[in-house]
T-cell receptor
């Protein structure tokens, strides 16, 4: 089983919709979690960290559920420019807390 | 800041040739990571350095791969000899804290 797993999608939503992605992790000792955004043929870019109490950045909300070992990303009022692949990162590798990445969830926002 | 710089951006080579990828991390970042991304396997960590010292190279596929960081501002990833299955996008990333990472634009490697 991969340490971090995501539904690859694609999630195909209209502009203005609310969409949520989940990402499960297998290591219960995981400490650090992040969401990255990757545009086609570009590098991943840090979108936001995920804090235990949940956190919000504009239209984006990230949450952590330790009991069920998943993190989530909620995007409200989707824009065409939100179309991208969203990678979650988390877990620990040999106790070093270096995050490992999921395969990504593809989001397509259409007019 | 210029961000993480990688060169070359694209590399096409023939099987058996040596390939050297280069990376300049963000100044002041103590951690440097090399990743490989393919459609089949996603983003895989190959090796990472802390203060120029290799810490974990368990992700390096085999002895054909080697990485060095001679100083805080430069790292190389070398593949010798290259094989078609090495074709991928190779990302370098740096970080001040080993947790969140700042990626370079990547090197798209094609081995024929």
């Amino acid at each position: 089983r991969k340490e971090v797993e995501q539904d690859p999608g694609p999630f195909n939503v209209p502009e203005g919709a609310t969409v949520a992605f989940n990402c499960t992790y297998s290591n219960s000792a995981s400490q650090s979690f992040f969401w990255y955004r990757q545009d086609c043929r570009k590098e991943p870019k840090l979108l936001m960290s995920v804090y235990s109490s949940g956190n919000e950045d504009g239209r984006f909300t990230a949450q952590l559920n330790r009991a069920s070992q998943y993190i989530s990303l909620l995007i409200r009022d989707s824009k065409l420019s939100d179309s991208a692949t969203y990678l979650c990162a988390g877990g620990a590798s040999g106790g070093s807390y270096i995050p490992t990445f999921g395969r990504g969830t593809s989001l397509i926002v259409h007019p | 800041d210029a961000g993480v710089i990688q060169s070359p951006r694209h590399e096409v080579t023939e099987m058996g040739q040596e390939v050297t990828l280069r990376c300049k991390p963000i100044s002041g970042h103590d951690y440097l990571f090399w990743y490989r991304q393919t459609m089949m396997r996603g983003l895989e960590l190959l090796i990472y350095f802390n203060n120029n010292v290799p810490i974990d190279d368990s992700g390096m596929p085999e002895d054909r791969f080697s990485a060095k960081m001679p100083n805080a501002s430069f790292s190389t990833l070398k593949i010798q000899p290259s094989e078609p299955r090495d074709s991928a996008v190779y990302f370098c990333a740096s970080s001040p804290s080993a947790r969140s990472q700042y990626f370079g634009p990547g090197t798209r490697l094609t081995v024929l």
